[in-house]
């Protein structure tokens, strides 16, 4: 399909020099296949000999063996430590406390986006190297100067916007194809909203976490990304629900990761990532994905924008296809209270919110009234989809 070109930026000419900055960051280096991450060792030794490794107690268990043999007959430390399961203030003070005491070299983050988050900011506030080894294709995390930080409770806390990008980002994509299906989608619903707000952030000239203007490079893999979910997510979800690696769990590993990651991040954020942070405020909600949530949040995006209806039933229809939330009650909301909304659309329009971002001005009132529209246009759409 031919995506539609965003509408044209406004560039002032002034004294013999244009006036916009445009910015495109990303990871030092980008490493994924199948076992790839046998070959960490070659990857990782010029960065420091003191590896202080964060993972849950399963991941610890499935990668440590692989990592040991990895460095066998090197003189390296290697300290692995269980993740708590929050990527809050206060798990980053504990581990950063224990990194310390072990004086490491070289912060290596392994399993889902709030464990990369975590260690990206330890390493941060520690002034160290960090290499990220994602295990899940769930979110655009891994490649990111960012850190999504949450209270203790699991509720949005705020954006750490970091002074680079991983040194080392390596997908081992063997694990990521043993993971539960489902997480592989909510990583595709994260990639979806992608295009959608580079789109929009293209159209109002907003800044990107990049710190600049976006970059033609940035739009065409936030094109590209969108691209290869159509193509290949409902063949990779099918892949993974069969322990697969095909091509095409390596094209949306990288659509999920690598492209999703720099699109957004040198592209920009807009409604569909604010309206998931106002998601979090809701309970029903918790034990929902952060993709599934942000999949959601892109109709809603694309409602409020008005979208074409072509374009309203190809993100739905996708969305349906790979098993990603498109009403209320797929997110757990069974019953729909208006106060409710009306706190969520009040969260993502909070000071600071990347839904200013939108190439027009957007009220809690337009986001209460776009959610319920969201909702109304997924029923009947499901309803198509079933029949």
Do not use: W
Request: net charge negative.
């Amino acid at each position: 399909m031919r995506i539609p070109v965003p509408g044209v930026i406004l560039i002032k000419y002034l004294g013999g020099r244009f006036t916009v900055t445009r910015a495109i960051i990303g990871p030092g280096k980008y490493v994924q296949g199948n076992g790839v991450l046998k070959d960490i060792k070659e990857h990782t030794m010029k960065l420091g000999r003191s590896f202080f490794i964060i993972a849950s107690e399963n991941g610890i268990k499935r990668t440590k063996p692989v990592i040991e043999e990895s460095f066998a007959g090197e003189k390296v430390e290697l300290v692995f430590e269980p993740f708590n399961g929050e990527c809050s203030e206060n798990e980053i003070e504990r581990l950063k406390g224990l990194a310390e005491k072990n004086n490491s070299q070289v912060i290596v983050g392994i399993g889902g986006g709030k464990v990369l988050d975590t260690a990206k900011a330890i390493a941060y506030f520690l002034k160290l190297p960090v290499v990220v080894v994602p295990t899940v294709a769930s979110t655009d995390a891994p490649c990111s100067a960012l850190s999504v930080i949450y209270t203790d409770e699991g509720v949005f806390s705020k954006y750490l916007i970091l002074p680079r990008n991983p040194d080392v980002v390596m997908v081992d994509t063997g694990f990521i194809v043993k993971a539960p299906a489902r997480l592989l989608a909510a990583g595709m619903g994260d990639a979806l909203a992608t295009y959608f707000e580079a789109r929009a952030c293209f159209r109002s000239n907003a800044t990107t976490l990049a710190g600049g203007k976006s970059t033609k490079a940035a739009m065409a893999l936030a094109e590209l990304c969108y691209r290869t979910l159509l193509e290949d997510g409902l063949k990779a979800k099918l892949a993974v629900e069969n322990n697969a690696c095909t091509l095409a769990v390596e094209n949306i590993v990288e659509a999920n990761t690598y492209l999703s990651g720099i699109g957004f991040e040198s592209g920009g954020l807009a409604a569909a990532h604010a309206i998931h942070n106002g998601f979090t405020v809701l309970e029903e909600c918790h034990h929902m994905y952060h993709g599934e949530k942000v999949a959601f949040g892109t109709i809603v995006q694309l409602v409020l924008e008005n979208s074409p209806m072509e374009e309203l039933e190809e993100v739905v229809g996708f969305c349906l296809d790979v098993g990603l939330p498109v009403t209320l009650e797929d997110l757990g909301i069974k019953e729909v209270k208006e106060a409710d909304i009306r706190k969520v659309a009040e969260a993502s329009c909070a000071e600071g919110e990347t839904i200013h971002n939108m190439p027009f001005k957007v009220t809690p009132e337009d986001v209460y009234n776009a959610i319920l529209g969201a909702d109304a246009l997924g029923r009947t759409l499901k309803n198509q989809y079933i029949r």
